[in-house]
């Protein structure tokens, strides 16, 4: 996180003098209590500080980089998560590339009449299927798909760095978010490298501290 001069002189302050009351910076500041509470409430939760009822603030000791790490590891599958896109298990190779090219996502999920996940159609997969001389109109999903129990799944309480973990193991793009039920899995989600590179460049643009 950038720091203003303001901040920096606080942290400073509190790194030296630490603990020491919000009232006592600003005085050593000759700013009011009341200006420098934003300052105070920004350098608290990004961690920079840590406040002690009837003690004050003290310095957490911990760098920049320290607090970003920290951050990413706490990141969820559901704060990143996209709208999944599916298709039912009866619709053509054509119609599915046809939705992919429509709805502008790299992997489809594979639905039965239940609404329950029971497979993946990725952009290769279709690539594949067409690469015959077969309809693609005649060709159900369900013959080309990646089938249960082969899908890799995720829940939104997952953490984000574990999910990314299982897409670079598995060497795969996208992981469909589910929820348990008794039938089967209910897709909620979609979660795709894409989502990853966004946490990446929000966490490096700080526009979560
Ligand atoms: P592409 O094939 O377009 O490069 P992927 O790398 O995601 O896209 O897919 C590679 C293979 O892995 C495909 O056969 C696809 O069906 C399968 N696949 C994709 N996502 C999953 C998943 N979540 N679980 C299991 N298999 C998957």
Known sequence: MDLSDRQHQIV??????????????????????????????????????????????????????????????????QEFQSIPVVVSEDVSVYDAICTMFLEDVGTLFVVNEGAY????????????????????????????????????????????LEAGQILIEKQIDALP???DSEQGYEVIGRLTKTNLTKALVELGRDQRV
């Open 12 to 77: 400073e302050i509190v790194k030296e003098n630490g603990p020491i009351t919000g009232e006592n910076i600003a005085e050593q500041l000759s700013l009011t209590r009341a200006t420098l509470r934003p300052d105070l409430a920004i350098l608290t939760m990004a961690g920079y500080l840590d406040a002690r009822p009837r003690v004050g603030y003290f310095y957490t000791g911990k760098t920049g980089s320290e607090l970003l790490t920290e951050k990413l590891k706490k990141f969820k599958v």
């Open 117 to 160: 996940l029971v497979g993946v159609l990725s952009r290769k997969d279709l690539l594949r299927a067409s690469l015959g001389n077969q309809d693609l109109r005649e060709i159900p999903v369900h013959i080309i798909m990646t089938r249960m129990p082969n899908v890799t799944i995720c829940y939104k309480d997952d953490l984000l």
């Open 177 to 179: 978010v589910v929820k």
